[in-house]
């Protein structure tokens, strides 16, 4: 089983960070951020460790909002505060975007992904 960690992080405005698979890694998509867990390593230490990696955004961790399960992988999913003032620099040849969550699910999201999106779809409608 592959462990793996995800950002959810927002910007000012409430919209979602979501970023294009590198063409060297599949599946192609859009995906919440973030990377495998190394061994030894807690989830927010891996997390703080790929969005610098893979983004160049430092930051901190805070609670987990989903866990999926999927055949061979196992994608914790934690909310990401970057530090003030610091920009998304892609470092893997990746996109990024900044979404709404109020509108419909994005069509290209990922399937892993898609119960996180319906989980933070429900909390704005709330």
Known sequence: MIVVV?????????????????????????????????????????????MVEELALPGRCGGEIAVVRAAKVELHFLEFFPESGVEVTPREGQLFRWQKVEGDMPCDLLPNDRPVWEILKKEKDC
């Open 6 to 50: 995800a950002a959810v992080v927002f910007d000012e405005e409430g919209n979602v960070l979501l970023c294009s698979r590198p063409e060297n890694k599949p599946p192609a998509g859009w995906e919440f951020p973030g990377g495998k867990v190394e061994p030894g390593e807690n989830f927010a230490a891996a997390l703080e460790r790929e």
